[in-house]
C-alpha cells in the first residue's frame, strides 16, 4: 500500500493566488488541480493542498517550512521572494504575505551545529541574523 502524504493549508479563500505564487517562486513547480474550494500544486516536487476555508484560522510559527540552500545566492533569492510584503525575524525564520511560515537555511548548519567547539559559536552568530549570511556562519 502506498500513501501519499501531504500538507493542506487553510487559506482565506486566495488559495489558487497563493499556489500561483509559489509556484513563480520555486522552479521545478506546477499546479495540478484547482476546484473553487482547492488548489493542489507541487514546489519541487513536494506536494501541497491549498484549502479556501475562510478567515476562521490563522498560521502561527508552530508550522514552517524549511528551504535548505547550498549557496547565499538562495539564501538572498528565497528571502527576498518570501519576505516581499511579510515579516522577517530573527534566525533564518519568516513570514509570507500569505501568513505562511518558512526557514532558509544553508545546507552546511548541520555540518556547522555537529562541531562541538563550533557549535556555540555559530548559534551565537545565527541568534544575531534575521536573514542567514552562510560566510558568517562558517567563520564563527
Known amino acids: 500500500m502506498t500513501n501519499t502524504i501531504y500538507p493542506c493549508l487553510w487559506f482565506d479563500g486566495n488559495a489558487h493566488t497563493v499556489s500561483d505564487f509559489y509556484c513563480s517562486v520555486f522552479p521545478n513547480s506546477t499546479i495540478i488541480s484547482t476546484n473553487p474550494m482547492v488548489a493542489v500544486f507541487e514546489l519541487n516536487g513536494n506536494r501541497f493542498m491549498g484549502f479556501n476555508g475562510g478567515p476562521d484560522f490563522k498560521f502561527n510559527e508552530a508550522v514552517s517550512f524549511v528551504i535548505n540552500c547550498e549557496t547565499q545566492d538562495e539564501i538572498d533569492y528565497y528571502w527576498n521572494k518570501l519576505t516581499e510584503g511579510g515579516h522577517e525575524s530573527k534566525c533564518g525564520w519568516l513570514k509570507d504575505k500569505?501568513?505562511?511560515?518558512?526557514?532558509?537555511?544553508?545546507?552546511?548548519?548541520?555540518?556547522?551545529?555537529?562541531?562541538?567547539?563550533?557549535?556555540?559559536?555559530?548559534?551565537y552568530a545565527l541568534m544575531q541574523m534575521k536573514k542567514l549570511d552562510i560566510e558568517k556562519l562558517i567563520q564563527a
Open 98 to 123: 500569505y501568513g505562511v511560515f518558512w526557514q532558509i537555511v544553508p545546507s552546511i548548519l548541520g555540518k556547522l551545529m555537529n562541531d562541538p567547539e563550533k557549535a556555540p559559536r555559530v548559534m
